[in-house]
């Protein structure tokens, strides 16, 4: 797949875990991030993630003076009900649109720990489709227009990611049996030659996300990586890791919030020093 090139891309956060340091912004656990590229047939908008609750993504909006209205499609980057519990409410304000998603996103996921609870997506594939959602559900990556693309689903996962990724569950044929989160999925740019991801909470572990977001990009190496990481859990050993690969496979710049955990973006300040951003509502990341 060729996913050809955009002239610049424009990250807005409108749903994270810290409101910064802006006035009446709200802060939710959570991700949405309104996202902009342009390219020779103009300029494409999209929502990645649509935080827990609507009336935040709402307040955050207006606060910040952008409009959803505009939007024309919208992706989820995996089932998690802080990144899709969103989804009707905005829905209401972008009207039909493509909802692209991974096929098993509205599957029954839990947690067990501390305690057994449903975290998927808190409404039905048909709920979200009377809302006005045409579902685009894909396994494979999906180019959305010059410059980006999804990467689908992450086929390979590095040893030392798989080895502790979130203990999550699913029902399958009456029985709970252990939930690998394939709809995990990212979406890859090319700003003028230069490789961003864009990820959601990064349970397929940011390496092999980043290793296969370069492989959809003809082998380019990736230069920046933006969104959640999902190693407030992790072993120091994992987070060590993670900062020197991503070094290693060529990255540049690092913005993250969301699930990324505080020793996580200690250790990624350290080493990526000033490429480092931590995100939070209101963040502008301009490639
Ligand atoms: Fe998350
Ligand atoms: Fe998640």
Do not use: W
């Not at 939007?71 to 519990?85: A, K, M, P, W």
């Not at 096929?103 to 067990?112: A, D, G, K, N, S």
């Not at 490789?195 to 349970?203: K, L, T």
């Not at 987070?239 to 990624?268: F, I, N, P, Q, S």
Request: charged share 25%.
């Amino acid at each position: 797949m060729d996913i050809g090139e955009a002239s610049f891309l424009r990250i807005r956060v409108l749903v994270e875990d810290t409101s910064g340091f802006s006035e009446g912004l709200l802060a939710e656990h959570g991700l949405s991030l309104l996202v902009e590229v342009g390219g020779r047939s103009g300029v494409a908008r999209l929502l990645f993630d649509c935080g827990q609750a609507y009336s935040t993504v709402r307040h955050n909006a207006e606060k910040l003076g952008v409009t959803l209205k505009d939007v024309s499609f919208i992706v989820l980057s995996h089932c998690h009900y802080d990144h899709t519990g969103g989804l009707l409410g905005v829905l209401k304000e972008t009207g039909r649109v493509p909802v692209i998603a991974h096929p098993e996103v509205y599957r029954r996921t839990f947690l067990l720990k501390p305690k057994f609870r449903y975290v998927g997506v808190p409404f039905t594939k048909e709920e979200a489709e009377k809302a006005g959602a045409i579902h685009v559900l894909a396994r494979s990556p999906l180019k959305l227009c010059d410059g980006l693309a999804t990467t689908g689903e992450v086929e390979r996962r590095a040893e030392f990611e798989a080895r502790e990724a979130l203990e999550a569950y699913m029902l399958s044929d009456g029985r709970l049996i252990r939930d690998e989160l394939r709809d995990d999925l990212s979406l890859v740019a090319n700003v003028r030659g230069k490789i961003v991801v864009i990820s959601g909470c990064s349970h397929a572990g940011i390496v092999s996300i980043v290793e296969h977001a370069s492989q959809l990009a003809g082998g380019k190496h990736v230069y920046a990586v933006v969104g959640g990481l999902h190693l407030a859990e992790a072993s120091e050993e994992r987070v060590k890791l993670t900062a020197e690969k991503l070094r290693e496979l060529g990255v540049e710049k690092v913005a993250v919030g969301h699930c990324t955990g505080l020793d996580a973006m200690y250790m990624l300040k350290r080493e990526f020093r000033e490429g480092f951003t931590q995100l939070h509502v209101g963040s502008l990341v301009k490639f």
